[in-house]
């Protein structure tokens, strides 16, 4: 018979409620009861930590595949377009991309997260997740196809490529800017009839309005430079739409999917992405280093935008600790105008809720109760109250977990780590 733990530590947030020296127990992998320690201490062993339980956090957007390419995250560009010009030199440069993709993934899990949205686009990185126990959903990326190859081949490779994967698989169409428009709408059809999630690059670019409404711009410039002057968009002058409107119009957009970025938005945009049921993940430290704007932080929070919070990969972001960026998200809001006093509980929702709901696991993640996943992070804080700690937890940034279990398994404690050194 598999043991019970019981995790507690002086403050846990359930994801519903605060629980001053609180409890999880754990069976197995499943949460089997979550209340006060006092109620819970008979059912098992007990685990002591220091600080807060909080629910495994979510990593909602990434690339871990390169990680061995940080040393360009670390830098900043004037635009999106000289970084991808960047990208692109070093990218050609490298290999090693599943070695790479463990690498980002022990960061990760290191720094508390516990199910992630990982994009992949070679094959081998493609079972990092299931490979290392770890929740989420490897996205398969399609980028920089044409129609004609596409029906001539590339549909079948992605076919082939999709049936060959093990774990949670899904697909990722690049971006608007990066597939002709039947290929779009194709991968929009094969998600639904596959029964995928989608997960898409939208709204990044500065310059990706005026490539989608008119075919021009230093982003459509750039595309052409790259040989695929033939895409619909560059050859036929645009659409005349915003680039959320045109991924509505091909089928991109849906309950099915979420977003990464969203930056260049405005007012209509965000309804259509509420209307359609789709997720944002913000990725604010990513934008800082592309010489982006901050995103509508505020906005998307008033009008009622389910968001998630992603770092992006380590080539556009100093490190993959999700909650850098839940503090970064923090600050911007304020800076926005967002002056409700239930900042702290929203973004502690987007970083847990949001990023489960993003990705269709709402019912394994997200919340710490009975039933679920016992994915847990543990954080070195503690404050004298429930809303002080919240705050704390929100706003602390980088080097805040201390802690982390997945599937019941303790698969990070900060102490027997440093004690390892």
């Known amino acids: 018979m598999t043991a019970t733990r019981v995790h507690t530590?002086?403050?846990?947030?359930?994801g519903h409620r605060a629980v001053r020296h609180g409890a999880v127990a754990v069976t197995g992998a499943r949460i089997t009861a979550v209340g006060a320690l006092d109620e819970l201490r008979s059912a098992g062993e007990v685990v002591e930590w220091p600080g807060t339980l909080v629910p495994g956090l979510v990593n909602a957007h990434t690339h871990l595949q390169y990680t061995h390419m940080a040393a360009l995250g670390q830098d900043s560009y004037a635009s999106f377009e000289v970084w991808s010009e960047a990208f692109e030199a070093e990218y050609n440069r490298r290999d090693g991309w599943r070695a790479s993709a463990e690498d980002g993934l022990r960061a990760a899990v290191r720094s508390g997260t516990t199910a992630i949205a990982d994009v992949v686009t070679h094959a081998e990185a493609l079972d990092v997740l299931a490979a290392g126990r770890v929740h989420g959903i490897a996205y398969w990326e399609v980028m920089a196809w044409h129609d004609a190859d596409w029906a001539a081949r590339g549909r079948q490779e992605t076919l082939t490529v999709l049936a060959g994967a093990t774990g949670a698989v899904g697909l990722s169409p690049h971006a608007p800017y990066s597939l002709d428009t039947g290929v779009l709408d194709d991968l929009g059809r094969l998600a639904r009839e596959l029964g995928l999630r989608s997960h898409v690059h939208l709204a990044e670019s500065a310059a990706e309005h005026e490539y989608v409404a008119a075919g021009t711009g230093p982003l459509a410039q750039q595309w052409r430079d790259w040989g695929y002057g033939e895409f619909a968009l560059l050859r036929g002058g645009g659409v005349a739409a915003r680039p959320v409107t045109y991924a509505q119009t091909v089928g991109v957009l849906g309950g099915h999917t979420h977003v990464a970025h969203g930056i260049y938005v405005d007012a209509d945009d965000r309804a259509r992405l509420r209307d359609t049921g789709t997720v944002v993940a913000l990725c604010p430290r990513s934008n800082a280093v592309l010489g982006l704007d901050t995103a509508p932080v505020a906005d998307y929070l008033r009008e009622g935008n389910v968001i998630a919070v992603g770092t992006d990969s380590l080539s556009s972001s100093p490190s993959l600790d999700v909650l850098a960026d839940v503090a970064?998200?923090?600050?911007?809001?304020?800076?926005?105008?967002?002056?409700?006093?239930?900042?702290?509980?929203?973004?502690?929702?987007?970083?847990?809720?949001?990023?489960?709901?993003?990705?269709g696991l709402t019912e394994q993640l997200g919340t710490l109760e009975a039933g679920k996943a016992a994915d847990i992070t543990v954080l070195g804080i503690?404050?004298?109250?429930?809303?002080?700690?919240?705050?704390?937890?929100?706003?602390?940034?980088?080097?805040?977990?201390?802690g982390t279990i997945i599937d019941g398994e303790i698969r990070f404690d900060r102490k027997s780590a440093l004690a390892q050194r």
């Open 382 to 402: 503690e404050e004298p109250t429930a809303s002080d700690t919240l705050a704390a937890v929100v706003e602390a940034g980088e080097g805040s977990a201390i």
């Open 9 to 14: 530590a002086p403050w846990l947030f359930t």
């Open 328 to 359: 970064v998200l923090y600050r911007i809001a304020r800076a926005q105008g967002y002056a409700a006093d239930d900042l702290h509980a929203r973004l502690f929702a987007a970083v847990t809720t949001g990023g489960a709901a993003a990705m």
